[in-house]
Each structure stands twice: as C-alpha cells, then as structure tokens.
C-alpha cells in the first residue's frame, strides 16, 4: 500500500517535467533584461529631452540678454568708428555669456561654444545689420530674399556708408554632455547637443511730434512795444504789441500809411505810440534809410537829443526803417496741389475740420517782412532759438538713420493751417531744410508777380522757405494760442502712424512760452464743465486759466494712460523758465544742486518749479498774467508745462538766460524738505547760450535710444 502510493506519487512528479520547467523561469531573465534596457534607454531620451530643453531655455534667455547687450555695447561707444563700435557690441555680449550659467556650465569657455564676429566659426555668431520693422519705401525685405516683414538685413561693414540699427545672434551659444547611455547607444549623433538660437536686438524707431507756439509773443523778446508796464498809459497794456517783424497788406503793393508806429522805432514820434493801423508815420519813418556807421546813426538822432552809444540794446532793437522790409509771399491753398513737397508732406487743406486757415488765402498773401533784426540782432527771440532747437533735432534724427524713424511738426496759434502742418515722415532731409533759420544775410524781395512755380519750388530752404510756410513772421492773428488742439493733432499723427503697422517709441515735444488762452470747458469725466472755465480764446487770465485746466484734464485722461511722454521746452522772458534751488542728496554730490530726475526720484508728486511772486510787484496773479514783461516775468507760466512733463515722464527743459559775465552754478542752498522757501534758479546754471541749452535738450530726447528684442527662437 505504501509502497504503490509513493509510486504513484513518483509518477506524478515525473509527469510534470521538472527540466522543461527549469527552461520556462530562465526565459524570464532575458525578457526583463530587455525590458529594462528599454526603460533606461527611454529615462535617458527623457533626460536628454529635458536637459535638452531647459538647455534651450536657458540659453534663448541668455541670447536676448546677449543681443541687447551687444546693441547697447555699439551705441554706447564714445567712438565713431564703426569698427570700434562693432567690438564694442561683441564684448559686451560676450561678457553676458561668459557670466551666466546654463546647466551649471558657463555659455563661453567651459562649454566650448564661443560668440564670434566671423560667419561659420565653432559657436554662435554675432552679426550687425538693420531691422526693418516695416517696409520703408525701397521693400528691403525684398531684396534680401523672402519679402515678408520683420526683416533683418546684414550691414557689409566695407561698404561707403554701412548702418547699424541692430544686432543679431546665430548658431550654438551652449553646447549641453548628454547622458552616459545615450551618448554610448549614440543616440543624439554625438556625445553632446548643440542648443541653437537667433536672438535679434534692435533700437526701436521713434515716432515724434513737436508743437511750437507761433503766437506773438515767440518774437516779444526781441521787440517789446514798451520797455516795462509802468510806462505804459494803463497796466493792461504793458504787453505791448507782439507783430514787430511783419508789416502785412492785402496786395503787394502794400500802401505806405500801413507802415505805422507799432513796428518802427518809437523815436519817430515820440513817446506817443499810436496803435491805429490807418495812423500815417513821421516822414523820416518813411524816407530814411538804416544809417551804415555810427556818425549816421549820431545824425539821425540828434533831432531826438540822443546818440548811438546812449541807446540800450532794447531801444537798439526797436529802430526800424522803411528800407528794412522786404516784400514776401506766402503760399496759397491752391499751391498745395501744384508743388509735391507740399501734397507729399502736408496735410490737405480741404480737411478745414482739421486744418483751419485763417491766415492764408487761395493764393497766398503778401507780407512785409523786417529782415535787419537777421543781421543786427541776431533775429527774432526766442523765435530763432525755438528754430535752432529744430534744426537739431531734425539733424540728430537724420544722423540716427533708424528704419522706422519719422517725425511730424506742428506750428500753430488759435489754429494749424495747413503749411505750418508737417505730416509724419521720414523725409529728415526736408524737416532740416524746413527749419534752418541760420540765413546770415539779407532775403531778397520777391516780386508782385511771383510765379507759382517759384513759390513751391522743391530747391527753397532756410528762411525763404520758412516764411512761404507762414512759421515767421507770425501772422496778425496770432494773439491766441491753442495748445490743446496742437496735442490733440500731435496724437492723431501718432495714431495714424501706429496704425500701418509699425512699432515706435512715441514722445511729443511742446515748445511754447506755456501762455495758451484757448480753453475747453467739458472736458471733465461726464462731460461737465470745469468750474471758472470761460471757453473760448482771448488774452485774460480766465481764459489762461480754463486753457491750462482744460489741458491738464485732457492729458491726464487721454495721453497718460498711452504713456507717451510729452517734453517740455519752456522759453521766453515775458514768463520765468526756472528750476528750484535744492541742495542733492546723493552720495558724492558735494552740495550740488538737485537736478529733476533726481527731484523726481526725491519728491514724488511735488513740482521742481513754483509760481506766484518774485517780488511784491503785483499782489494778484491775474495782473502778474496782464503785466508779464522780462522784468516782471510771469512765474506761474511754469507750473503747468512741469506738471504735463512730469505725469508723461517727459523732459522738463527750461530755456533761461545767462547773464553777463555769468558765473556757473555748483551749489545750492534750498532745501526738498521747504520747498515754499526754496530760492528759484532763472539763470542758466552752466551758463550756456539760449541755443545750445536747446540744442542739448534735443539731443537728449532725439539721441536717446530704447532697444528691445525683436526676435528670439531656435536658429532658421
């Protein structure tokens, strides 16, 4: 029994096969030998992957900063050589690479991969050119191949005269060590991977406006009708009449009784000054020609009882003769059509919603314009100096050559009529042209019958043509000032500028004596009215007063919000231009003056200038505002214009004097924390001339040059 149960029991077990089960659990290794090859062969796909691309993150955030670097590294040059400029550019993205870690290893040197200027070298590739953001007339995407744009276009650094706008960064700026097991089963082709970017840095095409103020007082300082208010027979009038360089007729032979007192020499007729045009001047107004020399001018004075040396500079100024005037024509609507300049660059004047011309008929009119002042005294201020300011910044746009760039200008008084209108452009070369006011000598007549095709013709430029555009003289309507309809021209050129697709940095530059008259009063939120607002235009101080009201609402709801800075450029002598008298605070400053960045930075929400009184001349302001003459300026002029630069972020550049024998300014005592007592500034700190102080602001807001990134992906 027991003996047939174990045999039993043996069969069973024999019938199971012990070595073929032996055979079945020994496949089983090779499978998951397999299997386990599989799985790390995809962790490291996956870790190749992800090295792979934070890799590639990385280094495209290290390429932008490369490439701005580089873009920086080429304007901040104090070299004009191009190549210098050129390894400028590569050093400074170089630094960048060298100082930045990507995956624990540096993008230069330990990784191998090396920025080059040289086209093909190991590494990546530093290239400069100019980035069009949009086509600019000559489709120079185009001619670089695919004609799409954004485009970037390689400068050949042989060429005449190469430009350079931008910098672009190609080809493997890191080289990443793959995984032992990838790089073993050669998965990637080698045993490290290339991270290959093009990162594009450009300096970004600015668009800019400027409004300049044409009314009367733009020439006062030149030719003031009175000396002070106290000589005149009322206090309101101590303003004097503000026309001294136009004598204007209805036809060219323009009548002699037009040529009255107000623009000639109060000498002729004593200290009576007539105001009436039909009043007929003494006949040696109309007869006597400029005297050439001293003796001459001793001559003609000595009925007066006065000789050359006795007359001041102001009285000097205020002697006009009848030979001093040159009949001139303006152009007419009708000229609009006939000359290209004209149709090309200025706005149509049929849009009379926008472009209202009030003081230029059909086919022009004809003035008398006083051209010795242009030899004698230098010219109309600070007309000339706002002029001179123009001229270079139009010259620093030029010299910028940044596709994309264009500028529009805008002259007006109560109105823009069409020639003192620029449309946005890039045509530098006309904008220079338009304002050169440097004419060193006399303009000649033009005659009665002057042809259309002089007038308009495209060779005119300087003076002659600033006066067929009506931008001097200022004509006889130019008693009011409308700035807020000037800014409100200024955005709709931006806009429309914006509107074709371009990129900009967008600015407007207001250059005025800050006395605008002309206000709005429904502009407040709901379209209620500012309280004391008296709409409309006129010279009183309630009409001052609702304009400047009326135009700080209107930029701090419609041009804040845009963040398009407004810079302003205050001059005249009827107002104050003035800064605080604040001791700095930074470190190493030893006691300088507060400059207004810092003021900015220092006293935020505070203004850097301050009306009211310099003195107890007057006790109200609105006789400040009636009797404002250079030596009772008028300092609450300043405020408002300060205010618009600094909610903009705008420049504030205040065109002052410098007296004679003027000292520099490098110290101050007034203090950020009274600024109620802080001492104004109305001199020019450095001591420079009324030109060159404008002529830096210009830099400054022209020459100053945003960069961003354009372009950043993997190399193609």
């Known amino acids: ?117 040289l086209e093909g070298s190991d590494g990546a590739f530093l290239e400069p050119g100019v ?37 672009r960064i190609t080809g493997s700026l890191y080289q990443g060590i793959t995984t032992a097991i990838a790089s073993r089963l050669n998965f990637l082709g080698n045993d490290v991977f290339d991270v290959d970017v093009t990162a594009v840095a450009s300096v970004v095409p600015r668009h800019g406006c400027f409004i300049i103020d044409l009314s009367g007082s733009m020439v006062r300082d030149t030719h003031l009708g009175r000396i002070t208010s106290e000589q005149a027979d009322e206090p309101t009038e101590g303003r004097g009449r503000e026309w001294a360089f136009l004598l204007e007729g209805d036809n060219p032979s323009v009548p002699e009784d037009y040529f009255h007192t107000q623009h000639y020499n109060f000498l002729c007729t004593g200290e009576a000054r007539p105001s009436e045009k039909t009043t007929t001047p003494a006949a040696i107004c109309t007869s006597q020609t400029r005297p050439t020399d001293t003796s001459e001018w001793d001559t003609f004075l000595a009925p007066f009882g006065r000789t050359f040396a006795s007359l001041t500079e102001q009285e000097r100024r205020r002697i006009h003769f009848h030979d001093d005037y040159v009949l001139k024509k303006t152009l007419g609507n009708k000229h609009w059509a006939i000359g290209s300049d004209y149709s090309n660059r200025h706005p149509n004047p049929a849009d009379a919603t926008r472009y209202l011309v009030s003081d230029t008929t059909d086919d022009g009119r004809y003035y008398r314009v006083n051209v010795d002042p242009l030899m004698q005294n230098g010219g109309p201020e600070p007309l000339k100096t706002v002029f ?29 009529a069409w020639p003192r209108v620029v449309n946005l452009t890039d045509d530098f070369d006309y904008l220079v042209r338009l304002t050169d006011f440097s004419s060193p000598t006399p303009i000649a007549a033009d005659l009665a019958s002057i042809s259309d095709t002089d007038l308009t013709a495209s060779t005119t430029s300087g003076l002659e043509l600033i006066i067929r555009h009506g931008l001097f003289p200022a004509g006889p309507d130019a008693a009011r000032t409308n700035t807020g309809l000037a800014i409100s021209e200024a955005m709709g050129q931006l806009t429309t500028g914006n509107s074709e697709g371009g990129f900009s940095a967008d600015f407007i530059v207001a250059i005025g004596d800050g006395l605008g008259n002309c206000a709005y009063c429904d502009t407040l939120e709901g379209g209620g009215r500012i309280p004391g607002c008296v709409e409309g235009c006129n010279n009183d101080y309630d009409y001052y007063s609702g304009a400047q009201d009326s135009l700080l609402e209107f930029v701090s709801s419609e041009i804040v919000p845009r963040n398009i800075p407004i810079h302003q450029i205050l001059v005249g002598q009827s107002v104050a231009p003035h ?131 354009v372009y950043v992906g993997p190399k193609g």
């Not at 003996?3 to 055979?23: A, G, K």
């Not at 949009?134 to 005449?160: H, Q, R, V």
């Open 579 to 709: 800064t605080l008298d604040i001791t700095s605070e930074e470190d190493g400053s030893e006691g300088a003056c507060m400059d207004d960045l810092e003021f900015r930075r220092t006293a935020s929400g505070e203004s850097f200038v301050k009306g009211g009184f310099d003195s107890g001349t007057f006790s109200d302001i609105s006789d400040a505002f009636r009797n404002a003459t250079a030596d009772n300026p008028f300092y609450e002029a300043s405020v408002p214009p300060y205010e618009i630069a600094a909610s903009t972020r705008g420049l504030w550049g205040p065109v002052r004097p410098s007296p004679a024998g003027c000292t520099p300014i490098t110290s101050c005592t007034g203090s950020v924390d009274d600024l109620a007592n802080a001492p104004r500034i109305t001199q020019d700190p450095k001591c420079r001339t009324t030109e060159e102080q404008i002529q830096e602001y210009m830099g400054q807001i022209i020459g100053d040059n945003p960069y961003t990134l």
């Open 388 to 416: 001179a300011g123009l001229n270079e910044a139009m010259r620093t746009f030029r010299d910028r050559r940044v596709a994309g760039d264009e500028a529009c200008l805008i002259f007006y008084d109560e109105n823009a």
């Open 131 to 167: 980035w069009y953001f949009s086509d600019n007339g000559d489709d120079p995407c185009e001619l670089i191949g695919n004609g799409e744009y954004p485009c970037f276009d390689p400068t050949d650094l042989s060429s005449a005269d190469p430009l350079i706008t931008a910098y």
């Open 1 to 117: 029994m027991s003996r047939r149960n174990w045999i039993l029991t043996e069969s069973r077990t024999c019938y199971c096969r012990p070595e073929e089960e032996d055979r079945e659990r020994g496949a089983v290794i090779p499978l998951v030998a397999l299997l386990l090859t599989v799985f790390l062969i995809f962790a490291a796909i996956v870790v190749d992957m992800n090295l792979l691309a934070s890799s590639r993150e990385q280094t495209q955030h290290y390429a932008r900063l490369a490439a701005l670097a580089a873009i920086n590294g080429h304007f901040s040059s104090p070299s004009a050589d191009i190549n210098v400029q050129v390894a400028a550019a590569l050093a400074a993205a170089q630094r960048v690479s060298d100082s930045n870690l990507i995956l624990s290893d540096q993008v230069g040197p330990t990784a191998q991969a090396q920025l080059s200027s």
